[in-house]
Nanobody, 116 residues
Framework: VQLQASGGGLVQAGGSLRLSCAVS????????MGWYRQPPGKQRELVAN???????NYAHSVKGRFTISRDIAENTVYLQMDSLTPEDTAVYYC???????????WGQGTLVTVSS
C-alpha cells in the first residue's frame, strides 16, 4: 500500500488548507483511513479518521474546524482544515489501517505551517 500526501503549506491564522492523500496498491477491503500530525518537538497524535462506512472520529482540538472525507472510487482521503491556528502547525501524515491484520501504512508527511 502506498500513500502520497499533498496540500500542505504556509497559511495565516484563520485561514484554510485542504490536504489530500492518494492511496494505491493492495488496499485492504476493511480499512480505516486517517490523518495524524506531529507538531515540532512533540509526539505524533491522531487528528481524524474515517471508516469504510464513513464513520468519523476527530481529536477534540480540531472538532468543528476540520473535516475528514474520503472518495472510495478514487481511493483518496481528504482533510479540510478551517480556522487554522499556530497550534495546528505540524507535519501531517495520512494513514491506512487494515482492520483485519491491524497493519498500518503511512504516507511521507506534508508540512503545515500556520503563522500568527
Amino acid at each position: 500500500v502506498q500513500l502520497q500526501a499533498s496540500g500542505g503549506g504556509l497559511v495565516q491564522a484563520g485561514g484554510s488548507l485542504r490536504l489530500s492523500c492518494a492511496v494505491s496498491g493492495s488496499i485492504p477491503r476493511l480499512n480505516v483511513m486517517g490523518w495524524y500530525r506531529q507538531p515540532p518537538g512533540k509526539q505524533r497524535e491522531l487528528v481524524a479518521n474515517i471508516g469504510s462506512g464513513s464513520d468519523r472520529n476527530y481529536a477534540h482540538s480540531v472538532k468543528g474546524r476540520f473535516t475528514i472525507s474520503r472518495d472510495i472510487a478514487e481511493n483518496t482521503v481528504y482533510l479540510q482544515m478551517d480556522s487554522l491556528t499556530p497550534e495546528d502547525t505540524a507535519v501531517y501524515y495520512c494513514t491506512v489501517r487494515n482492520l483485519v491484520t491491524r497493519a498500518d501504512y503511512w504516507g511521507q508527511g506534508t508540512l503545515v505551517t500556520v503563522s500568527s
